[in-house]
């Protein structure tokens, strides 16, 4: 047990952002627009419930996926009700995608 809090010294980190930091490793886009972050929003539960309960046949690429990336026309994109997504299971994962661009907007876990 600690008897005195005070004695306890705990370090300051600190990020830095940089313009240049926009586009991640393997094409990711940065959730930053100029130097302003922009959390991702979270789909209704609906749409999440309808994911998980609904699985489809996996396509395996190479790599992590990760929220932002691009998918392939290989990748089958199917409907998620009542909402504008798409979703496939990638590599195993289920994910939301916007379908104009193909780009992966949520990676459920």
Known sequence: MIENRSMIEVPTVTYEYSAAD??????????????????PSV????ALVYVRNNPVEPIYLDGEIV???????????QPVPETEY????????????????RRVVYVVR
């Open 67 to 77: 929220t932002g990336a691009t998918l392939p026309e290989v990748v089958s994109l």
């Open 22 to 39: 926009t586009v991640q490793a393997g094409g990711a886009i940065s959730p930053y627009v100029g130097d302003t972050y922009v959390a």
């Open 86 to 101: 798409r979703y496939a299971y990638v590599n195993g994962v289920p994910v939301l995608v916007e379908p104009a661009e």
């Open 43 to 46: 789909p209704a539960d609906n």
